[in-house]
């Protein structure tokens, strides 16, 4: 009588395992699982900003279409944030609150557009101020301009490719008058 045993060796199983190891291995790096958390956030970071230009922008147009031009247009981009003898206002995601109504981190009252749905303000999805993630209003009696610094490799040419210049030139800005 022969006796055959059924099953897998030792061997076979160190094997399979090893192969299954390098095959994770290749994947992980291939994959980048830190980088593309990174791209996601900044994919967020493009439509956040995008969201609250654009409802900003509709703003300034109601506002000049309507009715006569504010006479200070210092006021209207910033409202309740400049003291004298300061010609611009900005706040930061991080420091100000996500109220819309120009007392939050963005100083236009945003509630009296209704194109935009923009209940509450965005933040960065980081939104720590150390690393300089987080988003920036800046504005004077010229315009406004809002930035936010990207982590990704692939965001990161956006970031001196949007025509902006000044203190600002390492970040992704947007607005009606950009450099500020």
Not at 123 to 128: E, G, K, L, M
Not at 139 to 160: D, H, I, P, R, V
Request: proline content about 4%; charged content about 15%; glycine content about 8%.
């Amino acid at each position: 009588m022969k006796k055959t045993s059924q099953g897998f060796t030792l061997v076979e199983l160190l094997v399979v395992i090893a192969i299954i190891a390098v095959l994770a291995a290749v994947v992980v790096v291939i994959v980048n699982p830190v980088e593309l958390t990174k791209r996601s956030r900044d994919a967020v970071r493009m439509s956040d900003l995008a969201t609250i230009a654009q409802a900003v922008n509709l703003v300034v147009q109601e506002t000049t279409t309507s009715v006569a031009p504010p006479s200070d247009w210092t006021t209207f981009y910033c409202v309740g944030g400049i003291t004298a003898p300061a010609t611009t206002c900005s706040d930061n995601s991080k420091d100000g609150t996500r109220a819309n109504n120009g007392t939050g981190w963005v100083k236009i009252d945003l509630t009296t557009q209704t194109t935009v749905n923009l209940p509450t303000l965005p933040i960065d999805p980081t939104n720590d101020i150390v690393s300089g993630l987080v988003y920036q209003y800046i504005a004077n009696a010229t315009g406004y301009e809002l930035t936010a610094k990207f982590e990704s490799a692939q965001y990161a040419s956006k970031m001196t490719g949007d025509g902006g210049s000044g203190s600002n030139a390492g970040l992704y800005q947007i607005g009606s008058n950009i450099g500020l």
